[in-house]
């Protein structure tokens, strides 16, 4: 079970209490446990997340394209800022894992702490309300969002990748997924970015296919500048 003293922990780093605290242990059960799992919760967080961002970008950048909010909110919503935040709140300490991914640190790993985030999001707009949830959700992402402001609009590796090839008339890229490995709780991805006209092929590893994608593309950015400045 999970540790009271980490459950009150929580709510004192998240700013809320909740009403009813079934829905908080619900949220804390990773599927790795059984029966009673968080998954449900987790889908139904992703959309308060994902709607919370999406109305607080839209009020702050009026003048931003629909390309450019989808990117801002991508570097908000992606697993590694949800990661950062549910390292600061110490939710894996709270986290009810099963015996294999306890073993294999769960608590600590990016997508179990990321959908767990989620998943509590989820379970604070059914135990208040979607202002609330948003309220929670805005204040935990208050220092990602400081960070969107004070720098430039940066486009993920496969925007980048794509816009960069499509500029010089080269073949667009080829995503393939070469293998996935490991337990339904902890997939890995293997992906290959393969650009025939370039005679280019890279790989990237990620707990998605999403994520393996952004690390081949990444690779292959840096190949094909690493060739201009070679020839420079």
């Not at 908080?24 to 059960?29: G, H, K």
């Not at 400081?146 to 500029?167: M, N, Y």
């Not at 290959?192 to 006209?197: E, K, N, T, V």
């Amino acid at each position: 079970m999970t540790g009271s003293v980490s459950v009150v922990n929580l709510e004192h780093k998240i700013g809320y209490h909740f009403s009813d605290p079934e829905l908080l242990d619900a949220a804390l059960r990773h599927r790795s446990i059984g029966s009673g799992h968080n998954e449900r919760l987790e889908f139904l967080g992703d959309s308060v997340l994902g709607l919370a961002v999406s109305e607080t970008l839209y009020q702050r950048y009026p003048d931003a394209s629909e390309g450019e909010l989808t990117r801002l909110r991508a570097r908000l919503v992606r697993q590694a800022t949800l990661t950062e935040v549910a390292r600061r709140i110490e939710l894996g300490s709270a986290l009810n894992l099963g015996p294999s991914a306890g073993r294999s640190g769960g608590s600590d790993r990016a997508s179990i702490l990321a959908d767990g985030l989620e998943a509590v999001l989820g379970a604070i707009f059914l135990d208040a309300g979607f202002e609330t949830a948003k309220r929670i959700t805005l204040s935990l992402l208050e220092a990602d969002i400081a960070r969107l402001e004070a720098g430039p609009l940066e486009k993920d590796p496969k925007t980048q990748l794509q816009e960069l090839l499509q500029a010089t008339g080269a073949q667009l890229p080829d995503y393939a997924v070469i293998s996935t490995s490991g337990q339904p709780h902890e997939r890995e991805f293997v992906v290959d970015c393969a650009i025939p006209s370039l005679g280019l092929i890279t790989t990237g590893q990620g707990s998605s296919r999403k994520a393996a994608e952004q690390v081949a593309a990444l690779q292959a950015l840096r190949q094909i500048r690493e060739q201009e400045a070679s020839i420079e």
